[in-house]
């Protein structure tokens, strides 16, 4: 879409100190080999190249793409905050592994047997060459039952009236479960970008946002298994939380809370996502979770809610500031 002015101006009063002050060398090169400072620039933060700037003395507004809302989680499993990234990126991640989320949790309800649940399938019957794309569902009264299009294939039709008088029958069902590292790689995304909503470029450029990327670009591999990424239903929020978990015996930093949900089913998840903090060895202090990973020991997280400003532009070097705040006692909690 082409970027809406009013949208591009909060988004560049809100980020664009941040962009300034954190990256340190930023700077837009022009098509005649130039380089300026932008005044007033935003950068997609997934991939630190496309752009918007806003030029004040010719009034203008130049992008090197197409950005769009991306849904934190997304839309589709009932993201409701929102962040612009360039619409290649969207795409990118959308097609890749954000998918992923909504399967995941269509497989969860159906296993944990929530009414009005249902996961395609690819269903064999015997005596018909071929494989058909096919349903399972739970209905209101909890009672699995199977779909398929008959009007489409008549055959199965009279396969089906067959075996009403006929106990000799195979039906083989065939459900393909989502990679679960692609739903930890969309929710690590969604948490990336939802701490770049409170802390700006600040926290794109530190180094903790920085690795984070590497694990979404695909150059660097993350500590844990599970990308720090945990699944739960024995709660929900009504909105994205920002928590902090701080004097713990394993794990000093914040988490990211989602509330993912399965509309259909009105089946919800709960996401916790760890984002480290800014210390130099945050990142590596992660490995503190892999015998417990590999134990598949149940972990509880309790922390301070922290307060997230949406109405002013973000400070120079918030995350950073925010952490040494933190570290000295100084919490903004709600």
Not at 21 to 33: A, C, H, I, M, T
Not at 49 to 55: C, P
Not at 254 to 262: D, H, I, K, W
Not at 286 to 297: A, E, G, H, T
Request: with cysteine; hydrophobic share 35%.
């Amino acid at each position: 879409m082409a970027l809406n002015q009013k949208r591009a101006q909060w988004y560049l009063q809100r980020f664009s100190s941040s962009l300034i002050e954190s990256s340190g060398k930023f700077k837009v090169r022009l098509n005649d080999g130039a380089h300026f400072y932008p005044e007033f620039a935003y950068l997609c933060p997934l991939c630190l190249k496309s752009m918007f700037v806003y030029l004040p003395k010719e009034a203008l507004l130049s992008w090197t793409n197409d950005f769009t809302l991306d849904h934190l989680p997304p839309e589709s499993v009932g993201g409701r905050d929102t962040v612009l990234v360039c619409k290649d990126c969207n795409s990118k991640a959308g097609s890749n592994y954000d998918y992923s989320i909504k399967e995941f949790l269509k497989h969860d309800a159906v296993i944990k047997r929530k009414k009005n649940s249902k996961v395609n399938i690819k269903a064999s019957f015997k005596g018909i060459p071929g494989s058909y794309n096919s349903g399972l569902s739970l209905t209101e009264k909890n009672e699995l039952t199977f779909n398929v299009n008959t009007e489409k294939h008549p055959y199965i039709k009279g396969w089906l009236e067959e075996i009403k008088s006929n106990t000799n029958w195979e039906l083989k069902a065939t459900v393909t479960i989502p990679e679960i590292k692609l739903v930890y790689k969309a929710l690590l995304k969604s948490a990336y970008l939802f701490c770049f909503s409170v802390w700006g470029y600040s926290f794109i450029y530190s180094s903790t946002g920085s690795k984070i990327r590497g694990v979404l670009n695909n150059s660097e591999n993350h500590i844990l298994e599970n990308l720090g990424v945990f699944l739960s239903n024995s709660f929900e929020l009504s909105a994205n939380r920002l928590i902090l978990i701080q004097n713990n015996s394993s794990y000093d930093g914040f988490v990211v809370n989602m509330t993912l949900l399965e509309k259909e089913s009105n089946h919800k998840v709960m996401a916790t996502i760890l984002i480290p903090g800014n210390d130099s060895d945050s990142w590596e202090n992660l490995s503190q979770f892999n015998p417990y990973l590999k134990d598949k020991v149940s972990l509880t997280f309790s922390g301070i809610e922290m307060i997230i400003d949406y109405k002013h532009p973000i400070n120079q070097n918030s995350y950073q500031k925010d952490w040494e705040d933190i570290k000295k006692g100084n919490i903004k909690k709600r």
